[in-house]
């Protein structure tokens, strides 16, 4: 059974930087992709970064702040979000994919004070 386990999410300071982090395990295939979401209260889960054979992409409201990166022998995620935002704070939910089969992580909370 595959299981994605998040850590590193927290609070921090408008401006400040977090690295959240997602471990895979249960397979030995590699995810055909990996990402991570967001939800924020009243808000719907959207797409932050995610990270397929093709690059990274990133939502355009994270883009040049925040950074995936993937570690295919390890089957871990990590995103680098830095010049954090009050409008950041939402549940960050690590995603992979594996022949057409989403997985989800638990969630991390991430809350950016101003």
């Known amino acids: 059974q595959v299981q994605l386990v998040e850590s590193g999410g927290g609070l921090v300071q408008a401006g400040g930087s977090l690295r959240l982090s997602c471990a895979a395990s249960g397979t030995v295939f590699s995810f055909s992709a990996m990402g991570w979401h967001r939800q924020a209260p009243g808000k719907e889960r959207e797409l932050v970064a995610i990270?397929?054979?093709?690059?990274?992409e990133y939502a355009d409201s994270v883009k040049g702040r925040f950074t995936i990166s993937r570690d295919n022998a390890k089957n871990t995620v990590h995103l680098q979000m830095n010049n954090l935002k009050p409008e950041d704070t939402a549940v960050y939910y690590c995603?992979?994919?594996?022949?057409?089969?989403?997985?989800w992580g638990q969630g991390t909370q991430v809350t950016v004070s101003s």
């Open positions: 995603n992979a994919v594996l022949f057409l089969s989403d997985f």
């Open positions: 990270t397929r054979d093709g690059g990274p």
